[in-house]
T-cell receptor
Framework: QKEVEQDPGPLSVPEGAIVSLNCTYS??????FMWYRQYSRKGPELLMY????GNKEDGRFTAQVDKSSKYISLFIRDSQPSDSATYLC????????????FGSGTRLSIRP | EAGVAQSPRYKIIEKRQSVAFWCNPI?????LYWYQQILGQGPKLLIQ????????DSQLPKDRFSAERLKGVDSTLKIQPAKLEDSAVYLC?????????????FGEGSRLTVL
């Protein structure tokens, strides 16, 4: 069993829709949860991070962590064509950037 | 602020040949990482340097992969001899103490195709 599981998609939604992206994990020691965005032929960039369980909002993006279910989500409101990218969940036991485990990524396409 | 620089962007080699990738991290970032990203997968850490010392190389296939960061700034990752399964994007990343939790700054990657 992989430590982090993520549906690869692709996921295609119309502009303006609410998008839900999800990951499950098996290691209960993970405390820090991140979402990275990766545009085609570019390196990933950090979107948001969350510590332990709870929600965190940043503009149109909301990250949610449920440690009891070992399930994390990223919601994108009012999706835009510029949000089309691969979204990677990532997690770690540590607050630093060390020993981060990435999911395989979900490819998202927003149709104008 | 200049980002993480990597070269070459693309490389095609035959199996059993050797290849080297170069990375220059963001100025002042003490920690440097090499990740391997196979098509359809997330990045997997190969090696982490803190200044010029190795912090974690547990997932580096040491029989064929080597990496160095001699002066604590730029770094080179070498593969010799290459196998078909080494076809991937090799991403260099850097981070600094006091940055956002879990924040890695990635370069655009070096895409390797082994024929």
């Amino acid at each position: 069993q992989k430590e982090v599981e993520q549906d690869p998609g692709p996921l295609s939604v119309p502009e303006g829709a609410i998008v839900s992206l999800n990951c499950t994990y098996s290691n209960s020691a993970f405390q820090y949860f991140m979402w990275y965005r990766q545009y085609s032929r570019k390196g990933p960039e950090l979107l948001m991070y969350t510590y332990s369980s709870g929600n965190k909002e940043d503009g149109r993006f909301t990250a949610q962590v449920d440690k009891s279910s070992k399930y994390i989500s990223l919601f994108i409101r009012d999706s835009q064509p510029s949000d089309s990218a691969t979204y990677l969940c990532a997690m770690s036991r540590y607050s630093s950037a060390s020993k981060i485990i990435f999911g395989s990524g979900t490819r998202l396409s927003i149709r104008p | 602020e200049a980002g993480v620089a990597q070269s070459p962007r693309y490389k095609i080699i035959e199996k059993r040949q050797s290849v080297a990738f170069w990375c220059n991290p963001i100025s002042g970032h003490a920690t440097l990482y090499w990740y391997q990203q196979i098509l359809g997968q997330g990045p997997k850490l190969l090696i982490q340097f803190q200044n010029n010392g190795v912090v974690d190389d547990s997932q580096l296939p040491k029989d064929r992969f080597s990496a160095e960061r001699l002066k604590g700034v730029d770094s080179t990752l070498k593969i010799q001899p290459a196998k078909l399964e080494d076809s991937a994007v090799y991403l260099c990343a850097s981070s600094f103490l006091g940055g956002r939790t879990g924040e890695l700054f990635f370069g655009e990657g070096s895409r390797l195709t082994v024929l």
